[in-house]
């Protein structure tokens, strides 16, 4: 019987052989990062259209299942749903600009939400080592929802692209990070 443990080694092993390609994942990553961030209006536009197509193919799902359904009232709701999901795909495709203007607002509040009940929680974890980190990252979390929320409409122009070029900039440096480190036994 071959336990988690070999399963997991396995992995490794298999990946260590490949670390070069890790690596070069993590560049990729790391060079589309820098582009967008080098162009954050084009970054956010192209994020814009990401949500698009993902809003699109899951209204498609939807409407697909809501036609295996045997109650009408069931088939109602998951078209409908199904078909908004659709209508919102193609306003982002439409009107890109528009779509990040909504997406960055949500955007915003979603991040101040997430602060406070992040501070909540670091308030009730008081006699945890650490709290006063989780704490720090619950007001930096707020500030920056606010920040966007203060300044929207306009940084619609450019958050989504900033956040995307930032995710895609640590997401690349962490695949060379871990590439490296597979690189060496």
Partial sequence: ???????????RSELR??????????????IAGVIAL??????????????????TL??????????QMRSWGRFFLWVLIGAL???????????????SVVLTLVLGIG????GIVRGVLAAQMRDAPGWGWILVSAVITVIVGLIIVAGWPATSLFVLGIFLGVDLIF???????????????
């Fill in 38 to 55: 080098g162009s954050v209006v084009t970054a956010t536009v192209a994020s814009v259209f990401v949500v698009g197509v993902m809003m």
């Fill in 85 to 99: 999901y659709v209508v919102a795909g193609f306003i982002a495709f439409s009107n890109p600009l528009l779509a």
């Fill in 171 to 185: 997401a690349g440096v962490g695949w060379i990070a871990a590439g490296l480190a597979l690189r060496n036994p």
């Fill in 58 to 67: 899951s209204g498609i799902a939807e409407i697909i299942h809501g036609f």
């Fill in 111 to 114: 991040l101040i939400a997430a």
């Fill in 17 to 30: 052989t490949r670390w070069g390609w890790v690596v070069a994942l993590g560049v990729i990553f790391l």
């Fill in 1 to 11: 019987m071959v336990g988690t443990a070999d399963v997991a080694s396995g992995g």
